[in-house]
């Protein structure tokens, strides 16, 4: 009786609300069609891939491409590199849309809130390409803005994006300007949902604007920092393809190679599919272990992390 009443109740629900799960069936779709169903290429990794005879005709090697990878010459570079980069996001990058937030959530006039708002989110719809050559004709030696402000001065020009060191400052400062503020709106949804009477009882007892923020804005977006924190940790393999491919040169390949143009330079354009999977694979074992341990480490300290 108790097993019916339920399938009764859980029917009723579907009922109830039924538009909004007939909303989410392109969501389903997409992610069944793009995320899990490709799944199913996994096993190239395992084989020695061959277009004639296909994913299951091709010939099972076990983990000869894994122990070829880790023998590669410059593997644990790209591997440092991926790591580097990733690191320096989060320590650098992660943090801007919560100030952001914060400061945008403390904008009085609604009309002025919105304007920069705006300003902010605009970056996120152009293309890392555009970014991409904007940034290459900003930096050139030759005739580029800022080598022109360098020469005004007596200086000489610098090939910022032929030297090492430059590499990973234009990488971090594209990707706040780009991405900051689309960052800003999961954060300053997290703020709508703090209680107003919790301001005006700190305003009565003499807080200023830092001490609201303090003790009250900041601690009530705490869960949301933590799950976007746990979230990135679980993708500190991926730094993203496109910025990195487009300011990318035979002069800085020694930072500036990650598992993204790795994969692609040595799996895809040789066409040794089965490497690009092995290293496909082992990127996202990394990152699930990274997403679970943090999680884990989440779960410890207190919050509730994801599951």
């Known amino acids: ?13 579907l009922k109830k609300k039924k538009n909004l799960y007939i909303m989410l069936v392109p969501a389903v779709l997409f992610f069944l069609v793009f995320h899990y169903a490709p799944m199913y290429g996994v096993l190239i990794a395992f084989k020695d891939f061959s277009f004639k005879k296909g994913i299951m005709g091709s010939a099972w090697i076990g983990l000869d491409n894994f122990i070829y990878m880790f023998h590669l010459d410059n593997f644990y570079m790209v591997f440092k590199n991926s790591l580097t980069l990733s690191f320096l996001r989060i320590v ?3 943090p801007i849309p919560i100030l952001l937030a914060l400061f945008l959530n403390d904008i009085r006039s609604a009309r002025y809130q919105k304007v920069i708002q705006t300003l902010f989110y605009l970056p996120h719809f152009v293309s890392w390409v555009v970014i991409g050559g904007i940034l290459v004709n900003f930096l050139s030696p030759v005739d580029g803005v800022l080598n022109n402000i360098i020469t005004m001065f007596g200086g000489e020009p610098v090939y910022f994006l032929a030297e090492n060191k430059y590499f990973y400052p234009i990488i971090l400062l594209s990707s706040i300007w780009k991405e900051s503020g689309w960052g800003t709106i999961i954060y300053l949804a997290a703020i709508t949902g703090i209680s107003s009477e919790l301001y005006e009882a700190a305003r009565i007892d003499g807080a200023n604007k830092f001490q609201c923020m303090r003790f009250i804005t900041f601690p009530g977006i705490r869960s949301t920092v933590v799950t976007m924190l746990i979230l990135r940790l679980g993708s500190v393999m991926n730094n993203g393809f496109e910025q ?8 800085n390949l020694a930072v500036s190679e990650v598992f993204e143009t790795y994969t692609y330079r040595l799996g895809l354009l040789s066409g040794r599919y089965s490497f690009a999977t092995t290293v496909g694979l082992f990127t996202a074992v990394i990152n699930i272990i990274l997403l679970l341990g943090s999680n884990w480490v989440a779960r410890r300290l207190g919050e509730e992390g994801l599951f």
């Open 1 to 13: 009786m108790e097993t019916k009443s339920r399938f009764k109740s859980g029917c009723e629900y």
């Open 244 to 251: 990195i491919f487009v300011l990318q040169n035979t002069r």
């Open 92 to 94: 650098f990058t992660f």
